[in-house]
C-alpha cells in the first residue's frame, strides 16, 4: 500500500542527547514536511522540502535538523539545542508544485518524551 | 474555532444529529483551504478541501462553506457518529508553496450514542 511511514513511533530520549525520526514514502511525492503538534495546539511547520537535496526553514525551526538525500526518505534530527522536544512529530509528503492540490498525506507520527 | 491555551474547543453532539464546526482563517489572500480529521495518537486524514473561487463543496455527508468576506470555514457533517469524534482542523494555504499549510488549533468533536 501506497503511505507514508514514521518511525519509531514512541520514543524516549534523556536531556542532551540527539534523536533522530524517520520518516520514508512510498507516493513518489516531490514534498515533504515536519510539523510538531504540542497538546491543545494547532501544526507548527518545522522543515519542509521542495525538492532531493533541497530543503527549507519552517516557523519552528531551532534546534532541529534534516536532510533530503533521497526522494523517499526525509528524517528529522531533534538535536540537544532544542528546549522543549517533548511532543508529537508528523511528517507529511505532497504531489509538490504545479499538482493542482495543496492536500497533505500525514504519517501516523511519532511521539518523543524527553525523560 | 480558535482556541486559547491548552483547551481545544469542543463541540459535543448526539448520535445522528448534524455537526457544524466552525473556523476563522486569518490571511484574505488565502487561496485554498482544507479540513482534516485527526483521531488520537494518529496523523490527521484529509476530508475535504474548496478553493476560493467557490462558496461550498460537498462531499460525502460533509460540506464546506467558504465566506471571504468574513474570512470564515466551516464543516458540516450530516447523521453524525460515533466514529466522527476526532480533532478537526482547517487549514488555509495563501499562495505560498503547494501543500505549505497554515492550521488553525482545532475543534474537538465528541459524539454521544
Redesign the interface.
Known sequence: DGGITQSPKYLFRKEGQNVTLSCEQNLNHDAMYWYRQDPGQGLRLIYYSQIVNDFQKGDIAEGYSVSREKKESFPLTVTSAQKNPTAFYLCASSPGEGSGTGELFFGEGSRLTVL | GE?V????PTLSVQEGDNSIINCAYSNSASD?F?W?KQES??????II?IRSNMDKRQGQRVTVLLNKTVKHLSLQIAATQPGDSAVY?CAE?YGG?????I????TKLSVKP
Open positions: 482556541s491555551g491548552l483547551h481545544l485554498y482544507i482534516y495518537g494518529k496523523g490527521p486524514q484529509f478541501d482542523f494555504n508553496s503547494q501543500g505549505n499549510l492550521f488553525g488549533k482545532g
